[in-house]
């Protein structure tokens, strides 16, 4: 994005693999450069955090190893890691599946929707008291996009029910293969392609509401 916007942009990536909505506003007050646009990526288990109960932590839809050894033999050697999460866990087609559905309907679930949106509004809030202009780059599951849509759409209009830029990405994605859109079977995170068509999506709201103000 900083390429393709040129001269006049310097894009900064404060984020970190693991944030959920708890930490990500304070994450940003601590940030040591004022930006002029904040982009918020948000992904669908960006509430877990608040599903810490273990009725509805979507991990929960993995089975993890309880005896400590046998743990710590997985968990500090490469081999057995990969082998155990990798090829026995996370290429379960059902696991994946439910734990998809557990981000979806947290969503959906009216007493976790109500506790995520004071979180979400405090970055409005921020971005209004910096005179920072919000973005907000919403993802579906990749795994069940259009499973996601009833999720994304809650979170998209919730911001832009606050005159909020939203770009959803669900709509862009939809129709792709999950080979397509995500790294590989044993990485489910946005593939090279996927970035792309997020960073198009981003440049052009960005342009958008610069090349009118």
Known sequence: ?????GAGYDVNVIA???WDSDVEMYELDQYPLRPNIVILSYYLNDIDYLMADPSLDPNNNFTFPQNEQIAAFIRDF???NYIYYNLLQFTSPARTTSFAYDLIGAHLDDTLWNEQVPRLYEMVAWSRDHNARLIVLVWPNLAEVDASTPATARVSDFFRGHNVQVVDMTDSLRGKSVGEITVNRFDSHPSIEANQIAAD???E???EKDQSS
């Not at 994005?1 to 916007?5: I, R």
């Open 201 to 203: 999506q981003l440049y």
């Open 78 to 80: 490469f081999l057995p």
């Open 1 to 5: 994005m900083e390429k393709a916007l």
């Open 16 to 18: 970190e693999s693991g």
């Open 205 to 207: 709201a960005v342009l």
